[in-house]
């Protein structure tokens, strides 16, 4: 059974950093395209991220130039670091495998003063 649990998240200030978490389970993970996905409050869920299974990056356009995605397939865990936060990033994140309909619980994002 094809699980996702993302980790990481919190509050912290305009400007700030976070690393995300996701650990997948239940599939071949090495051979995975990871993505990375955020659902803000009354807002429709919207792609972030995608880390391919070589470790090629891909962003929407709002992140570019402050988010990083990577993924360490020993650990089948992939990672979304996250600088130069804007409260517009607040929202509930999520990992998935690409074509999955599996999703994890989220982990909450705030930035706020």
């Known amino acids: 059974q094809v699980h996702f649990v993302e980790s990481g998240g919190g509050l912290v200030q305009p400007g700030g950093s976070l690393r995300l978490s996701c650990a997948g389970s239940g599939f071949s993970f090495s051979d995975a395209i990871m993505t990375w996905h955020r659902q803000a409050p009354g807002k429709a869920r919207e792609w972030v991220a995608t880390?391919?299974?070589?470790?090629?990056?891909f962003y929407v356009d709002a992140v570019k130039g402050r988010f990083t995605g990577s993924r360490d397939n020993a650990k089948n865990t992939t990672y979304l670091q996250m600088n130069s936060l804007k409260p517009e990033d607040s929202a509930m994140y999520y990992c998935q495998e690409f074509g999955s309909t599996t999703w994890g619980q989220g982990t909450q994002v705030t930035v706020s003063t």
């Open positions: 880390v391919a299974p070589g470790g090629a990056t």
